[in-house]
């Protein structure tokens, strides 16, 4: 079992920066690909970005070259760092973890986290 608690967001002007953090649960962490969602209303939750147990990294086209994920596995945490904010970059944040990387990658892992509110004003 793996809860996964985010923290970070907020409000922030385009071009400006925010770090999210997602802290993990249980001893087993370093086992896990972990990653980031987002969701805006009406709309399906969409892939950001995934860390595998060995730092293989996979990003959203849209988000290269601006966001960079990240873990620390002594810390039992994952985070996201977001720079050069869009205001497309406005939604709530989730963070995942699931042991195999297909699940997490189609957006079906077996742990979510609460979410974490980023808007980005223009």
């Known amino acids: 079992q793996v809860q996964l608690a985010e923290s970070g967001g907020g409000l922030m002007q385009a071009g400006g920066s925010l770090r999210l953090s997602c802290a993990a649960s249980?001893?087993?962490?370093?086992?896990?690909?972990v990653g980031w969602f987002r969701q805006t209303p009406g709309k399906e939750r969409e892939f950001v970005a995934a860390v595998t147990r060995t730092s293989g990294i996979d990003y959203q086209d849209s988000v290269k070259g601006r966001f960079i994920i990240s873990r620390d596995n002594a810390k039992n945490t994952v985070y996201l760092q977001m720079n050069s904010l869009k205001p497309e970059d406005t939604a709530v944040y989730y963070c995942a973890a699931d042991p195999h990387w297909g699940d997490l990658r189609r957006g079906r892992p077996d742990y979510w986290g609460q979410g974490t509110q980023v808007t980005c004003s223009s």
């Open positions: 249980g001893r087993t962490f370093s086992t896990y690909v």
